[in-house]
């Protein structure tokens, strides 16, 4: 017999499995990164242009979707959509014209590299690059500034992630 899901099952099976894709991905990193530190390579030397790169990417294509770039109300649309709200339980605590301010309940980077025995100072650390990514799509809204507060990584309860229109 076919098991049917409601509504709510089926949004709250797919949160699970974009968390378990986002862990998967957390994994390859840190092992990638494990390695490149075996053959003496510093993770920040590479890992961060990667990583900003890729966010450079994502701005690009956020950008694209909007009619005003410049727009703090607008980019609040693309930045995170439903799904990603749920997966890192989101809290919209501002966003107008001026400021798009999130804090970040649950991070399963995070969740991954803890179970892969990351020590804390490692976990910050690769919290930090991954945040490069966060720092590219910034790049790409030269009207806005990113800031990034207390983190999950550091051991608090959330991730403070501040975006703010330059004066």
Known sequence: MKKTYSQ????????????????HRATWMYLLLQEARKRGLDWDDFARPAIR????????????KM???????????????????????MEVLAA????????????????AWEKLGASPEEIE??????????????D????????LGKTIAQGHSICQIRFDKRK
């Open 53 to 64: 790169a890729t966010g450079c990417l994502g701005g690009k294509k956020r950008r694209e």
């Open 125 to 138: 650390q690769l919290c930090d690059i991954a945040m490069d990514g966060d720092r590219g799509i910034a």
């Open 96 to 111: 107008d014209e001026e400021s798009y301010y999130l804090d970040f309940h649950y991070c399963p980077l995070v969740s």
């Open 8 to 23: 709510a099952e089926h949004e709250e099976l797919i949160v699970l499995e974009i968390r378990k894709a986002i862990e």
């Open 67 to 89: 009619e005003n770039p410049h727009s703090m109300e607008e980019f609040a649309t693309v930045f995170a959509g439903g799904n990603s709200r749920a997966v890192f339980e």
């Open 140 to 147: 790409e809204f030269p009207a806005f500034e990113f800031s």
